[in-house]
C-alpha cells in the first residue's frame, strides 16, 4: 500500500472469533458436516497476528470475539495449558486484547474463575465517574478507543445455565426460563419449533442489569455524539445467524439498540460461518464472523478494521470477505 497516499483511519483493529484451540487431532461439529481443526487453529491465530503486525495500520487492539478454546480441553485436564498456549500467542502482539465470553469458555472454567483469569479484560474498560462494567460478575465494559467512538463489550451468559453454580439463584431462573421453551431431556438440543430453536444450553442471554447499564451506556454516547461498535459472542440479528444460534433475548437487545442512534455496528461470533446484514431501520451493521475453528490450515479467518469518521473499512483475510460499511 502507498501509506503516504491513504488516509490515516481514525483507528484500526483486527476480529477474530471462535479459535477453539485444543491439543486434539482433527474432528467433526455436531452434526459431523463440518471438519474442525483444533491443533492448527493455533497456526491460523499465529497467521493472524503475524499480518497485523506486518500490516501499514497497525491495530490499536484485538476484538478475541470468544470460544477461545475447545470445551474438549476439560475432559483432557487441559484447560490452563490450552489457555496459556493461546494468551501466550496473543502476547506476542504489541496491542491489548479484548476478550468476549462464548459457551466453550464455560465448558473450561466456571464463571469466577475466568474472572480471576487472563480472559478477564475488564481492565481495559474506561475509568468514567459513570462506571465501567455492569457488575461485578458480568464480563462486559466500555471504553472509548479515540474521541467520538466508544466499544462495548457485552456478555451473551449472563443469563444463562453455563459457568453458574448450580446452586444459584441465577442458576435455577436460567432454567426455569429454558424449560419454559425446551421440553427436552438433553437441554443442548433445540426445541422443534424454529422460532425457539435458540433455547438451548450452548446459548444464553443478557440480564436486566446488563441491559439497563447498556442502555446507560448508550443514552450517554449519544449526549456525546459518539459512534458505538458492540462485541459479544451471541448474534442478536435473525439475518445473520442460523435461528438456533441466536442470544435467548436478541429482540430485547435490538430494542434498545434501536432506541439510540449511536450504535453503528454490532459483532458476534459462535455460528462459526460469516455473516453481514445492515437492518433496514436503524442502519446499524450487524456482524457475524467466521471461526477459525472450521477454517482448513492452508486458509486464514480474520479481519482488520479501520474505522473513519463516515465508515469502516474491513480487510478480511482468507474466509472473511471485505466490506466498506458507511456510518
Ligand atoms: N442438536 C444437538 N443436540 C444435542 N446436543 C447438541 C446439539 N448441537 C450441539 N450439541 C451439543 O452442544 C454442545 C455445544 O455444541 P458445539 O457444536 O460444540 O458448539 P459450538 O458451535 O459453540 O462449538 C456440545 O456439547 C454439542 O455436543
Same mark, same amino acid.
Given at each position: 500500500?502507498?501509506?503516504?497516499?491513504?488516509?490515516?483511519?481514525?483507528?484500526?483493529?483486527?476480529?477474530?472469533?471462535?479459535?477453539?484451540?485444543?491439543?486434539?487431532?482433527?474432528?467433526?461439529?455436531?452434526?459431523?458436516?463440518?471438519?474442525?481443526?483444533?491443533?492448527?487453529?493455533?497456526?491460523?491465530?499465529?497467521?493472524?497476528?503475524?499480518?497485523?503486525?506486518?500490516?501499514?495500520?497497525?491495530?490499536?487492539?484485538?476484538?478475541?470475539?470468544?470460544?477461545?478454546?475447545?470445551?474438549?480441553?476439560?475432559?483432557?485436564?487441559?484447560?490452563?495449558?490450552?489457555?496459556?498456549?493461546?494468551?501466550?500467542?496473543?502476547?506476542?502482539?504489541?496491542?491489548?486484547?479484548?476478550?468476549?465470553?462464548?459457551?466453550?469458555?464455560?465448558?473450561?472454567?466456571?464463571?469466577?474463575?475466568?474472572?480471576?483469569?487472563?480472559?478477564?479484560?475488564?481492565?481495559?474498560?474506561?475509568?468514567?465517574?459513570?462506571?465501567?462494567?455492569?457488575?461485578?460478575?458480568?464480563?462486559?465494559?466500555?471504553?472509548?478507543?479515540?474521541?467520538?467512538?466508544?466499544?462495548?463489550?457485552?456478555?451473551?451468559?449472563?443469563?444463562?445455565?453455563?459457568?453458574?453454580?448450580?446452586?444459584?439463584?441465577?442458576?435455577?431462573?436460567?432454567?426455569?426460563?429454558?424449560?419454559?421453551?425446551?421440553?427436552?431431556?438433553?437441554?443442548?438440543?433445540?426445541?422443534?419449533?424454529?422460532?425457539?430453536?435458540?433455547?438451548?444450553?450452548?446459548?444464553?442471554?443478557?440480564?436486566?442489569?446488563?441491559?439497563?447499564?447498556? =442502555?446507560? !451506556?448508550?443514552?450517554?454516547? /449519544?449526549?456525546?455524539?459518539?459512534?458505538?461498535? &458492540?462485541? *459479544? $459472542?451471541?448474534? %442478536?440479528?435473525?439475518?445473520?445467524? =442460523?435461528? !438456533?444460534?441466536?442470544?435467548? /433475548?436478541?429482540?430485547?437487545?435490538?430494542?434498545? &439498540?434501536? *432506541? $439510540?442512534?449511536? %450504535?453503528?455496528?454490532?459483532?458476534?461470533?459462535?455460528?462459526?460461518?460469516?455473516?453481514?446484514?445492515?437492518?433496514?431501520?436503524?442502519?446499524?451493521?450487524?456482524?457475524?464472523?467466521?471461526?477459525?475453528?472450521?477454517?482448513?490450515?492452508?486458509?486464514?479467518?480474520?479481519?482488520?478494521?479501520?474505522?473513519?469518521?463516515?465508515?469502516?473499512?474491513?480487510?478480511?483475510?482468507?474466509?472473511?470477505?471485505?466490506?466498506?460499511?458507511?456510518?
Amino acid at each position: 500500500m502507498d501509506r503516504c497516499c491513504k488516509e490515516a483511519p481514525l483507528f484500526t483493529f483486527g476480529v477474530i472469533a471462535d479459535i477453539q484451540y485444543a491439543d486434539l487431532d482433527d474432528g467433526y461439529d455436531y452434526s459431523r458436516t463440518r471438519k474442525r481443526y483444533y491443533r492448527t487453529s493455533l497456526q491460523l491465530l499465529k497467521k493472524a497476528q503475524k499480518s497485523w503486525s506486518e500490516s501499514d495500520w497497525k491495530p490499536d487492539f484485538i476484538v478475541q470475539l470468544g470460544d477461545i478454546i475447545d470445551g474438549f480441553n476439560a475432559a483432557h485436564g487441559a484447560s490452563e495449558r490450552a489457555l496459556e498456549t493461546v494468551l501466550a500467542e496473543f502476547s506476542s502482539g504489541s496491542g491489548p486484547v479484548h476478550h468476549v465470553w462464548g459457551n466453550h469458555e464455560f465448558y473450561n472454567f466456571s464463571r469466577s474463575a475466568l474472572m480471576r483469569s487472563g480472559l478477564n479484560s475488564k481492565v481495559l474498560a474506561d475509568e468514567s465517574p459513570t462506571g465501567t462494567s455492569a457488575g461485578s460478575d458480568i464480563h462486559a465494559y466500555h471504553f472509548s478507543p479515540v474521541p467520538g467512538f466508544r466499544f462495548v463489550i457485552m456478555d451473551a451468559y449472563d443469563v444463562g445455565l453455563l459457568g453458574r453454580d448450580e446452586s444459584s439463584e441465577q442458576y435455577q431462573a436460567a432454567k426455569d426460563l429454558i424449560q419454559r421453551f425446551n421440553q427436552n431431556q438433553d437441554l443442548n438440543c433445540p426445541p422443534g419449533r424454529l422460532d425457539l430453536s435458540r433455547f438451548t444450553k450452548f446459548n444464553g442471554g443478557f440480564s436486566q442489569d446488563q441491559l439497563d447499564w447498556l =442502555d446507560s !451506556v448508550l443514552s450517554l454516547a /449519544n449526549r456525546k455524539q459518539e459512534k458505538v461498535l &458492540i462485541a *459479544s $459472542h451471541l448474534p %442478536v440479528h435473525p439475518y445473520v445467524t =442460523d435461528p !438456533v444460534c441466536l442470544a435467548w /433475548n436478541f429482540e430485547e437487545l435490538l430494542a434498545i &439498540i434501536r *432506541s $439510540h442512534s449511536s %450504535v453503528v455496528c454490532y459483532m458476534a461470533g459462535h455460528t462459526h460461518v460469516g455473516a453481514y446484514h445492515q437492518d433496514e431501520d436503524t442502519r446499524v451493521h450487524h456482524l457475524t464472523m467466521d471461526g477459525v475453528i472450521e477454517t482448513p490450515p492452508h486458509s486464514a479467518a480474520f479481519c482488520t478494521i479501520s474505522v473513519y469518521s463516515d465508515r469502516m473499512v474491513l480487510k478480511g483475510s482468507g474466509t472473511v470477505m471485505d466490506r466498506v460499511c458507511l456510518f
